[in-house]
């Protein structure tokens, strides 16, 4: 058996009217929130790149120069890097939405969607990110042990003296 | 996820910022779960919107059963 029981009403409490403020603020800014977010982690995103390149630079001796596949390995973190910039730009991109301000269903319906998705690119582009991040240490790290190219034999000059 | 509760109505006989009665509409949510023996009654605060002066007042709601949650859709006059 299933009951609802309503007890003796009264005016809200001020604890309960600043409990209900806070749960106004989270509703009403969960949109701006999770854009800020992915707005912020483009500009830390890209940001990223010059200052790993800086690092790699740093790290390897002067005059290096890598072959194929040492050359793609330096270049992965960037490029996970402009991969993850990528999907928090797509996080902020402007989206058409079509409901009514009359009909409380279809407004939640939007929300949500615009929710959903910029959590599924924010999740993503962190992902990215975080890998980026891991694998530009790991390869800044590994560049410390790279030795100078040694310098080309000169030719031994003879002179014959007669 | 849009699933709807089975309606049902909360009836307010004085409503403590105008005094007059109000009876909301609301959905009631039941758990999808079959329990062994009943589940313990719950009581809970809940916000509503006074139709008249349009500010907030709060009432002890006890849900008793396989209620999990209910949701105001309306308010009218009884």
Known sequence: VSGIEVGRPQAISPHNQALYEAGKGILTDSLSVGREFCKFMVGVSTGAIPLYLALLQFALPKDYRPGWGRGALAVLPGALFLAASIVFALGVFPRTSTFSLDVADQIEAARASVIGRRRKLSLAGFALFALASLVSIVVTVAALDVRAPSAPNRPTVVKIVK | MDERGEPATIPIEACP??????????????????????????????????????????????????????????????
């Open chain 2, 17 to 78: 910022l105008c005094g007059k009665a109000h009876v909301y509409d609301v959905d009631v949510e039941y758990s999808k779960m079959s329990y062994m023996t009943a589940p313990p009654a719950r009581t809970f605060t809940r916000f509503f919107s006074c139709p008249t002066t349009g500010q907030m007042f709060e009432a002890p709601i006890t849900v008793s059963g396989s209620v999990l949650d209910l949701e105001v859709k309306g308010v009218h006059a009884p």
